[in-house]
């Protein structure tokens, strides 16, 4: 993988996550939060850099550098502030990829639709879920 | 697959979601929640039952027929409520596959040794965004 620079916005449990994994595969990642005890999440490990202020401010993108992003991912809890910080990095900041965190699966198709990749965790859920089911009883019709 | 008898506690999004999709497979499915509005999000094929009320007390589950459950599902979005349901479904009413969702990744191992199957949405978009980035960047290196 190239050497990305990557903008993070909400560094909750999902968003420390991923700013972790990315800085240990070398990558240049921001982290922006509103609440500076959400830092905490971040590993000792993490040699990126953290924003402590509200992302829907185009003056703290700005602060984290998000027109040099090569990828802006919204990891939020609130789908209409992920939505909102992923256009601005669309439109504002011509940042190339832009992914985001979405609650509610019908707004999936609507942000394809706009340029952002949407990650929906209660999808993911829902399979994973149902794939278990499915190979629980598999096993017990095999044996 | 065979004919399960399910309860599912908690019919937010997730909730609602398994609830259509175990009915649709031809399940028996009760979905309790504690706010009868929580239903709206059940489909109109959804055939299975509805029970209003707090599923931390015996007696909601009781109303749930939980000692006939083949499996329960605990999809709140408290971890504490989750584990206590997925905990009172094996311990009190002997249920043999019981699976929660959970939200703190750091849970996982100890559910797993109560015999119950966790399931991090969390830990679930972690790797997709991953995924995204690494199919995305091996797209990119092969052109």
Redesign the interface.
């Known amino acids: 993988?190239?050497d990305?620079y990557v903008v993070i916005v909400g560094c909750g449990?999902?968003g420390s996550?991923?700013a972790n994994?990315?800085s240990r595969l070398g990558m240049g990642v921001v982290a922006i939060d509103s609440s500076d005890s959400a830092f905490s999440g971040l590993s000792r490990a993490y040699s990126g850099f953290r924003v402590e202020g509200d992302a829907t401010e185009p003056a703290v993108l700005r602060a984290a550098k998000m027109d040099k992003a090569d990828?802006v991912?919204a990891t939020t809890r609130d789908d209409n502030v992920n939505l909102m910080v992923a256009q601005t990095a669309r439109t504002l900041f011509s940042v190339p990829?832009v992914?985001a965190?979405v609650?509610?699966?019908k707004r999936e198709r609507m942000y394809r639709a706009l340029g952002i990749?949407p990650?929906c965790?209660?999808?993911?859920?829902?399979e994973?879920?149902?794939n278990?089911?499915?190979n629980?009883?598999d096993k017990?019709?095999a044996s």
Chains 1, 2 share one sequence.
């Open positions: 993988m190239k990305l449990r999902l996550q991923l994994a990315l990828l991912i990829r992914m965190r609650f509610d699966p990749e990650v965790p209660t999808v993911l859920a829902v994973a879920f149902m278990i089911i499915r629980q009883e017990a019709d």
